[in-house]
């Protein structure tokens, strides 16, 4: 089993990066694929990107591609997601999420993670 715990939200100005982290517990979560999501108020929680235990594979949402970036440091049992020239619709809860396994192709499925953060808020102004 593992814990997460994210940290790194805040409000920030349209064109501004923030650097969000996931810290988990637990002396297997190198062996956890991780998943960012987000949720807006009134919407339903979206994938941002995953990443294999390995960091070999990386998958993001076709809509953020370029600008936010997925990595992983195993030693320090933490998975970052770094957003850069962020945009007002960026803002929502953003969370991580892990699983030992993801069945084919469904990374950006909610319920093929088992493991959930509470979430970190992530405003952005305009």
């Known amino acids: 089993q593992v814990q997460l715990v994210e940290s790194g939200g805040g409000l920030v100005q349209a064109g501004g990066s923030l650097r969000l982290s996931c810290a988990a517990s637990g002396r297997t979560f190198r062996r956890y694929v991780v998943g960012w999501f987000r949720q807006a108020p009134g919407k339903e929680r979206e994938f941002v990107a995953a990443?294999?235990?390995?960091?070999?594979?990386?998958y993001y949402a076709d809509s953020l591609k370029g600008r936010f970036t997925i990595s992983r440091d195993n030693a320090k049992n933490t998975v970052y997601l770094q957003m850069n020239s962020l945009k007002p619709g960026d803002t929502a809860v953003y969370y991580c999420?892990?699983?030992?396994?993801?069945?084919?192709?469904?990374?950006?499925?909610?319920?093929?993670?088992?493991?959930w953060g509470q979430g970190t808020q992530v405003t952005v102004s305009s």
């Open positions: 990443i294999t235990w390995s960091g070999s594979s990386i």
């Open positions: 999420a892990a699983d030992t396994h993801i069945s084919g192709s469904r990374w950006n499925t909610v319920d093929e993670y088992d493991y």
